[in-house]
């Protein structure tokens, strides 16, 4: 069991200070994590899952370890290298450094999560010596998080390979005979809108709890994350027009003709693209104008249409249209100086 300090840190008023709104999942995270349970987060994209992550990581306290690959306690080494006392120097190291991360891929191998043989250390040990072993991110990951970005996208080898280190806290390295500990918490994502993914076995899953993270609940939440995340320049964007961009935004979610919707970094692109608009044209303050301009080249390759509807018109004509449609029905976009 790795010192997470949870019990303390989870009774605060709101730990998780990075991420704005998402009450139910940060309660859901904290009930997992404080039982010290595995945790599958589940939502679209842009929503904050890897923000999230990173904030459970910031969470845990510094500890000290031998300064090794697999970041040994100095009590209790476990590595070759600490065992055959050559690791003697010790580091202390916070919370984010104990933070290691995979990005789901087809391509990824099963060596990239164990390990494999380094050819220089395989020269001078031997290829059978467990010195000659360059161990992957699992082992790089001991006593932090190992989180797995988009964990759905890697093939079912890899999901296996995982199986026994989720199970037991420990991996078997292939042509060795030999235990290694693999002693972290397992956060991973998925999308459950992209299709281009793999299925997950039933017993890898249930190594897991599943949490969902939905967008910014309210608008408000979602206009304080664009205004606290994008990107400012010296141009003011004023309130009113700024409720209106991200209005847009949230409103074609729930329109009935899209397959895919535009996650929060639509509404950040949106609120930077305005103000660089305003900008070149040498205008001090964003108007209607600039939000429109931007909106295609922001929108249009985050959206996806039904099949029904595909066909009849391309993403371009229905983001005109929906545009033409919320002006008619919110006067003050007009007043912020659209045409």
Do not use: W
Not at 167 to 193: C, K
Not at 202 to 220: A, H, I, K, Q, S
């Amino acid at each position: 069991m790795i010192k997470t300090n949870f019990d303390v840190t989870f009774r605060k008023k709101d730990s998780f200070t990075d991420i704005l709104g998402q009450k139910n999942t940060k309660q859901q995270v904290k009930s997992a994590l404080l039982m010290d349970r595995h945790v599958i987060v589940v939502g679209p994209p842009g929503v904050g899952k890897t923000t999230l992550a990173r904030n459970v990581a910031k969470l845990l306290p510094e500890i000290t370890v031998n300064d090794c690959e697999f970041h040994c306690d100095p009590k209790n080494p476990v590595c070759p290298r600490c065992l055959s006392k050559k690791a003697s120097k010790t580091k202390k190291i916070r919370g984010e450094e104990r933070f290691i991360r995979i990005q789901g891929s087809p391509d990824l191998n099963v060596e990239d999560l164990l390990g494999d043989i380094d050819p220089i250390k395989a020269l001078k040990f031997g290829p059978l010596s467990i010195e000659a072993f360059a161990p992957g991110k699992i082992f790089r990951a001991n006593n932090g998080i190992l989180f797995f970005d988009e964990v759905n996208r890697c093939p079912e080898k890899l999901q296996n390979a995982l199986l026994q280190v989720l199970q037991e806290g420990t991996a078997t390295i292939g042509s060795y005979s030999v235990d290694l500990p693999a002693n972290f918490i397992f956060i991973g994502t998925m999308n459950p809108e992209d299709t281009s993914t793999e299925r997950l076995s039933d017993v890898f899953v249930d190594r897991f709890d599943v949490v969902n993270m939905g967008y910014p609940e309210t608008l408000n939440i979602e206009k304080e994350i664009v205004a606290s995340k994008g990107k400012k320049i010296d141009v003011t964007f004023p309130d009113n027009l700024l409720n209106l961009a991200v209005l847009f935004v949230r409103i074609l979610r729930e329109n009935k003709d899209l397959e895919k919707k535009p996650s929060v970094r639509a509404s950040i692109g949106l609120y930077e693209r305005a103000q660089a608009n305003a900008f070149l044209d040498n205008r001090k303050t964003v108007n209607a104008d600039d939000i429109a301009n931007a909106i295609i080249s922001v929108l249009m390759h985050r959206i996806e249409l039904k099949p029904s509807v595909k066909y009849l018109q391309s993403n371009e004509e229905f983001l005109q249209k929906e545009l033409r449609q919320f002006v008619q029905e919110h006067e003050e976009f007009e007043k912020g100086g659209g045409r």
